[in-house]
């Protein structure tokens, strides 16, 4: 697959809703800068292939699964270097419309239980994370029987 690049883009810094919804979850909006990153919609396709494969499964019926499903993609995310060293990376959050708003740039305010704090105001555990430079990218997916965290590289 053809992966388009192209700069990531920031929400507008009057949009309350997005202030308002990142905030509750404990992210802080931020300038995502020049960088040239892949475009969403072809992360979420790659992302829904049939091929790829859990680098960590929590089964829904163990205790506490979206806490573990917290720990394992802040393990991930730490072991690949993810955010930016100043604690900057992109994000996808689920639901409509979420390829067409495209990459928010975003500080986890909070550093631990991030897809806890997106079902608690957004309804989901689901997300895509994006490091700055566009290739690496840190998802958690909401299965049948599990919740996966989802590691893969792309090149420009």
């Given amino acids: 697959m053809e992966t388009e690049w192209g700069e990531a ?3 507008a810094a009057d949009s309350d809703e997005a202030h308002s919804l990142l905030a ?3 992210l802080e909006l931020c300038a995502a800068g020049e960088n040239k990153v892949p475009a969403a919609l072809d992360i979420v396709q790659l992302l829904s292939n049939a091929y790829v ?3 960590a499964a929590v089964p829904k019926n163990t205790r506490n699964p979206v806490e573990e499903l917290g720990r394992q993609w802040h ?3 730490a072991v690949k270097h993810l955010a ?4 900057r990376f992109l994000i996808l959050l689920a639901g409509p419309g979420a390829s067409e708003r495209g990459w928010l740039c975003v500080k986890d305010l909070v550093g631990s239980d991030l897809p806890s704090r997106l079902l608690e ?3 989901s555990v689901e997300f895509i994370a994006l490091s700055m430079d566009g290739q690496r990218i840190c998802a958690t997916s909401e299965e049948d029987e599990e ?9 420009p």
């Fill in 9 to 11: 883009r920031e929400m």
């Fill in 24 to 26: 509750s979850c404990g």
């Fill in 53 to 55: 494969e859990p680098v």
């Fill in 75 to 77: 393990r991930m995310a």
């Fill in 84 to 87: 930016a060293e100043d604690g």
């Fill in 121 to 123: 105001v957004n309804g």
């Fill in 147 to 155: 919740y996966w965290v989802v590691y893969e590289e792309v090149s």
